[in-house]
């Protein structure tokens, strides 16, 4: 029995592939809930997409949220690695904003004290307007 040669696919088709998928389920998802979302469009190894998510994380395309342990999509890729996040921790919504101030008042402490900051991801964690008014602890 023979295998069907497999066409590898470019680094760039990896990542527009990726970044679509983020971009198509709308919330935070682990590598691995990635991986079922392209298995279907040829990406399916684990180091495949954890390099695609580097290479699109350090292009702006994309964030890591560490205390969630998952990836979303930019959606403001104007602001080169500085993103801050509000994180509801009773429905799980995450809404990404843009904040210069916050960003330039850290960016100035740690100037201040020789830090030379290579990315910055702020995340809030706390309840949702929906959330909030709803009274769910």
């Not at 023979?2 to 998802?29: H, M």
């Not at 969630?68 to 500085?82: I, M, Q, S, T, W």
Request: charged share 25%.
């Amino acid at each position: 029995m023979t295998r069907k040669p497999t066409k590898r696919r470019s680094a760039a088709d990896q990542d527009k592939i990726i970044v679509e998928a983020l971009r198509g389920v709308g919330r935070p998802v682990s590598a691995y809930e990635l991986i079922e979302q392209v298995r279907g469009k040829g990406v399916s190894a684990p180091p495949t997409v954890y390099r695609a998510l580097q290479r699109l994380i350090d292009d702006g395309l994309a964030h890591r949220l560490e205390s969630l342990n998952a990836f979303v999509a930019c959606e403001h890729p104007h602001h080169e690695g500085k993103a801050v996040f509000a994180i509801c921790d009773a429905c799980g919504t995450v809404k990404e904003f843009d904040s210069p101030a916050a960003v330039k008042s850290l960016q100035g402490w740690a100037s201040k004290n020789d830090f030379k900051v290579r990315t910055m991801t702020m995340e809030l964690r706390g309840r949702c307007a929906a959330c909030a008014s709803g009274g769910a602890d």
